[in-house]
């Protein structure tokens, strides 16, 4: 795994580091259930089926949408940075980070563990369906999966929402900073920001956008189609943007090394002075 802490040293810390740290967590545990779902499609078992619908899939969830709100909370720390730089918000205290950071977790593993005790009791004695790991259309799992999917994408649709103000905001800051009598490094360092948010930006919306767009219609919408081949036409769409969903883990170094001094220094042939955000 890579070193978590590559935006810090042992001296140095800050809210920064403690959203980027448990980004890299979310990313690692990330990658770590994708063999199970691999495993499952590749071994149509009842073991194995039944391993990843409670656990594999219960992984994915949970640490896809920590991987959004670690995200957002990037996001607005850096901007709290750009439009306060000289005073440090309550949010960007080490210890509100670290607060913010275990209720996120918390949270995530609760609505985690109401879904997975609800499949385990549903699937006792059964074998699920590898490819959708669901449950008839009336039974209090379905009930649970859908309202679970429901009360995530309103909060997706909030830390997509946020995102874009964030930037836009930034970049409102930019043209300010540019059409003032500010010295030059400090609309360098205005542009360098923006540019920085607009990776997480791009990122987050190649990533989890159209995998948000399509889970939530096909839940709903999937028990009243009656054609075979729109539902497998369906099943592909979705089963290509949770590709596309965990390709986060492939891109987020991204957002390391474009947020991160220390990250980025660790690819040139200069010192390797760790340097504070």
Not at 76 to 90: D, G, S
Not at 236 to 244: A, D, G, P, R, V
Request: proline letters at 3%; a positive charge; aromatic letters at 16%.
């Amino acid at each position: 795994m890579m070193r978590v802490y590559f935006c810090s040293n042992q001296n140095i810390q800050s809210s920064f580091t403690v959203y980027m740290k448990n980004l890299v967590a979310a990313d690692f545990f990330l990658c770590l259930s994708l063999p199970l779902r691999i495993a499952a499609y590749a071994n149509n078992s009842s073991i194995m089926n039944n391993i990843h619908c409670s656990f594999g899939a219960t992984a994915f969830f949970l640490n896809i949408y920590a991987s959004i709100l670690f995200m957002d909370f990037i996001a607005a720390n850096r901007y709290l940075k750009i439009v306060r730089p000289m005073e440090t918000h309550a949010l960007q205290m080490v210890h509100t980070a670290r607060y913010i950071s275990a209720a996120t977790w918390l949270c995530l593993l609760a609505l985690s563990s109401i879904y997975l005790i609800l499949f385990l009791q549903n699937f006792r004695g059964q074998i699920p369906d590898a490819f959708t790991c669901e449950s008839s259309d009336n039974s209090p799992l379905s009930v649970t999966y859908k309202s679970i999917h429901c009360m995530t994408f309103v909060s997706f649709i909030f830390v997509l929402v946020s995102l874009i103000l964030l930037y836009w905001k930034t970049h409102q800051k930019l043209r300010e900073v540019q059409f003032s009598s500010q010295v030059s490094f400090r609309s360098q360092t205005f542009e360098t920001s923006k540019h920085n948010m607009l990776v997480l930006v791009v990122i987050f919306c190649v990533c989890f956008v159209p995998y948000q767009l399509v889970k939530l219609p096909y839940i709903f919408i999937k028990p009243l189609l009656r054609d075979c081949t729109a539902v497998h036409t369906y099943y592909i769409l979705k089963e290509l943007t949770i590709l596309l969903t965990a390709l986060n883990g492939s891109l987020d170094p991204l957002i390391y090394f474009f947020f991160c001094k220390t990250f980025r220094s660790q690819f040139t042939f200069r010192g390797r002075q760790p340097v504070r955000e």
